[in-house]
């Protein structure tokens, strides 16, 4: 059951429970998350994918043996396991509505050098905003900079919740890319429904099903198998069939091209 | 007029008493959702330690009053960071545990500060100009309540820079907001509440002593009748908003001095504004939590 972490794992998660307003939502998780590119966690609404992110960092009452960078980190406090170099983009952006965009960015910066140009040239929509209250910005600029907050620190792990939830096709294409851009220097744990930008993206999956992995592997295995797509997910995976959330990815592909 | 300007200045006195109890109020409830019923007690031992300076080192010399607002601030300051560090730190989260807990200090401090400065009042000293007059426009409004009005603003001002211009107002201003956001971004949270006990422990230690002499004496109770207009104030300003309650700070005592001028019935005017207030816009006036 404790099986030994991989060497080349940057997070291992071992017999995660979490509860959630004295509901057990997470129940005995264990993955680990490869030191190197995007790892995508799965599973269909309410199966405790934020619920395991927030798990991992403590924000929500959890146990289980947690190990990032070689370190037990589970007996931390959230600042604390941040601190260790995790970068965070919470499900809904959460961006800070009446600060404005610098602040934001600035309330972020957990050292002396923080990486302010790589995030202005990833978003530069953000540079101009700058002295905007970032309640005002859109969906996708909420999303920039919740991006923005998180890279600005050089960090050794990133946890991205839903990243394109809600958003226009264009702008699911410009933070997939930034994603992208992150994922050659940082590894991603990333929860996302859009099963083309997991494609783009993802080399491996971890699928969640009632608060329990039920899959774990390479990500095209996954992707290419609609009979697996069907029964984890409940959507069809197919470019033929596209279910709502795929349809959007694959128009945002065709208008890049 | 000259009526109407001696009842707005005097309003606008009685105000700046308010919000220096309410600032504390509003910011620590804003911040860490605790409704700190100890308040009270910051401002009156702020209160008695002012007058234990000034009447050793002559309470007539203007000097002596401004160091006495600096020994207010500084006892109400370190009262209210032990409170935090020693009671509150290991409640948050836990409302019915921290009502508890504040309210028994209130009642717990009250008896010591019986037992140590006796149930009577003590009549205080001051500046002689304090006890003047000045002239506007007809009016013969008390000097006093120009220094209320001017302590007032400058906590206001002092505040407002602080939390625009520095780390810690950044990081008090976004964990109102979302506190566990904070968190998450690798930022302990808790060194900003403590921070924020401190102010309002000051202001409250400034306002303690400046009550003390606009009733003329102290005693262990002037903390606890200023903290339930200071509540009511922070709660149609709307709880976590400053600018709320500086500005409900001043409308409740003017209109509660206008009131009593006319028909004496301040006290009620205030407790139906404020029904009037949470019926129709119960998050208060600028407030964004309900
Ligand atoms: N604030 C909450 N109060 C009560 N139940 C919640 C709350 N947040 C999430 N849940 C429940 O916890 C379970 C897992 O939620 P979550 O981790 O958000 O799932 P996912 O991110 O996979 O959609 C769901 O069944 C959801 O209904
Ligand atoms: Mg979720």
Redesign the interface.
């Given at each position: 059951m404790n099986a030994p972490a991989p060497s080349d794992s940057i997070l291992t998660v071992r017999n995660l429970s979490a509860k959630v307003a004295g509901q057990q939502v997470v129940e005995d998780v264990s993955f680990d998350v490869p030191a190197t590119g995007v790892t995508a966690l799965l599973g269909r609404n309410g199966v405790g994918k934020t619920s395991t992110i927030k798990g991992i960092?403590g924000?929500i009452e959890r146990k289980g043996e947690l190990t990032f960078a070689g370190e037990r980190i589970e007996r931390l406090?959230?600042?604390k396991i941040?601190?260790r170099g995790i970068g965070?983009v919470?499900e809904d952006r959460?961006v800070?509505?009446?600060?404005s965009v610098a602040?934001n960015l600035?309330?972020?910066e957990?050292t002396s050098k923080p990486r302010r140009e790589l995030v202005d040239n990833l978003f530069p929509d953000l540079v101009e905003r700058a002295a905007q209250k970032a309640g005002t910005l859109s969906g996708g600029q909420q999303q920039m900079l919740s991006l923005g907050?998180a890279l600005i620190?050089e960090n050794r792990l990133l946890l991205v919740d839903e990243p394109t939830k809600g958003l226009a096709p264009i702008i699911v294409s410009q933070v997939a890319d930034a994603l992208a851009e992150a994922a050659k220097t940082v590894p991603i744990l990333l929860v996302e429904q859009n099963l083309q930008v997991v494609r783009q993206l993802a080399e491996d999956v971890i699928v969640l099903d009632g608060g329990r992995v039920v899959y774990t592997g390479k990500a095209k295995t996954l992707l290419d198998d609609e009979t697996l797509i069907h029964r984890f997910l409940g959507v069809s995976g197919g470019d033929s069939h596209p279910a709502p959330s795929v349809a959007s990815a694959t128009s945002a592909q065709e208008e890049r091209a | 007029m000259s009526t109407i300007v001696l009842l707005l200045i005097t309003g606008l006195g009685l105000g700046a008493l308010y919000f220096l109890v309410a600032s504390g109020l509003s910011l620590i409830y804003g911040l860490m959702d605790v409704l700190n019923f100890a308040h009270g007690s910051f401002l009156t031992l702020g209160a008695f330690a002012g007058w234990e300076f000034a009447r050793r080192f002559g309470a007539d010399s203007w000097g002596t009053f401004l160091l006495s607002l600096l020994v207010g601030a500084a006892v109400g300051a370190i009262f209210a960071v032990l409170t935090e560090l020693l009671l509150i730190r290991k409640l948050y989260e836990r409302l019915i545990e921290q009502v508890l807990v504040t309210v028994g200090l209130a009642l717990a401090t009250v008896a010591l500060f019986e037992g140590i400065w006796g149930q009577d009042p003590i009549y205080l000293t001051a500046p002689a100009w304090m006890g003047g007059q000045t002239n506007v426009l007809g009016a013969s409004i008390p000097n006093d309540r120009f220094l209320y009005i001017a302590a007032a603003v400058i906590v206001l001002i002092a505040i407002v820079l602080f939390l625009k211009f520095t780390r810690f107002g950044l990081i008090i201003r976004a964990g109102v907001e979302n506190r566990s956001m904070v968190t998450a971004l690798g930022i302990d949270v808790r060194s900003a509440f403590t921070l924020v006990f401190a102010i309002g422990g000051a202001a409250a230690g400034i306002g303690g002593v400046l009550a003390s002499h606009y009733n003329g004496y102290v005693s262990p109770y002037i903390g606890g009748s200023l903290l339930i207009f200071a509540f009511i104030v922070t709660v149609i300003g709307g709880l976590g908003s400053l600018s709320g309650a500086a500005i409900a700070s001043a409308v409740v005592a003017v209109l509660q001095q206008f009131a009593n001028y006319h028909w004496g019935i301040g006290d009620l005017v205030v407790v139906l504004l404020l029904a009037a207030v949470l019926l129709l816009r119960p998050s208060g006036l600028l407030g964004s939590k309900a």
């Open positions: 960092l924000l406090r959230t600042h941040v601190q965070y919470p959460e800070f509505s009446k600060l602040e600035r309330l972020a957990r907050r620190n | -």
